[in-house]
């Protein structure tokens, strides 16, 4: 197995896993039961969940109104699309 499929699978499972906890904490927060952290959020943002993550926030409307949200998410998804378009190119 190649280094391109292993990275497509480990993206696509962690996209829906991070969009899958992003309906359940806003699920948890029409309810005010126990939220996933923050610091959880993003970091499944940073590993490569960003889109999963963004589409979550739009679907949900979920943290549209943190900043850390609204500018962080779509930076770390411009990075990370920049970073697979350079290995993509260039391995």
């Keep these: 197995m190649d280094w391109a499929r292993i990275l497509t699978g480990y993206l696509v499972v962690l996209n829906l896993v991070s969009f899958a906890i992003m309906a359940a904490d806003k699920g948890k927060a029409k309810r005010g039961t126990w939220r996933v952290p923050e610091r959880i959020l993003l970091g499944l943002a940073a590993v490569g969940g960003s889109p999963g993550v963004w589409l979550g926030m739009y679907v949900f409307r979920h943290k549209t109104r943190k ?3 609204s500018l962080g998410v779509p930076v770390l998804l411009c990075l990370q699309v920049s970073v ?4 993509s190119k260039y391995l």
Aim: cysteine-free; charged content about 30%.
């Design 67 to 69: 900043r850390k949200f």
């Design 84 to 87: 697979l378009v350079f290995l």
